[in-house]
């Protein structure tokens, strides 16, 4: 399984940004598809996720600013991530839950300053 995402980039505090992943290979649409993030000297920590059948769940510092979604028909799951603060900075990741297995694309930036 292979993760590509794209959509980083540098915003404005308040701004919004778009990220896609899209997954090819052995990818199959049951696999749950989340979004991970890293800041320098941190721990990466769970952004959001979301199952085959629409169920997502988001880490709290994001709730209500963040969707997530996926196009089952395409591989593709988004990020959606309106009012950014420069808090929000960091790697972003896309993961793929396969149960047994897991899979990470190789990360995409987002910075978040004036």
């Known amino acids: 399984v292979n993760l590509v995402e794209s959509g980083g980039g540098l915003v404005q505090p308040g701004g919004s940004l778009r990220l896609s992943c899209a997954a090819s290979?052995?990818?199959?649409?049951?696999?749950?598809l989340g979004w991970y993030r890293q800041a320098p000297e941190t721990q990466r920590e769970l952004v959001a996720s979301?199952?085959?059948?629409?169920?997502?769940m988001y880490a709290d510092s994001v709730k209500g600013r963040f969707t997530i979604s996926r196009d089952n028909a395409r591989n593709t799951v988004f990020l959606q991530m309106n009012s950014l603060k420069p808090e929000d900075s960091a790697v972003y990741y896309c993961h793929a839950d396969a149960s047994f297995f897991e899979y990470w694309g190789q990360g995409t930036q987002v910075t978040v300053s004036s």
């Open positions: 979301i199952s085959s059948d629409g169920v997502s």
């Open positions: 290979g052995n990818f199959r649409s049951s696999y749950v």
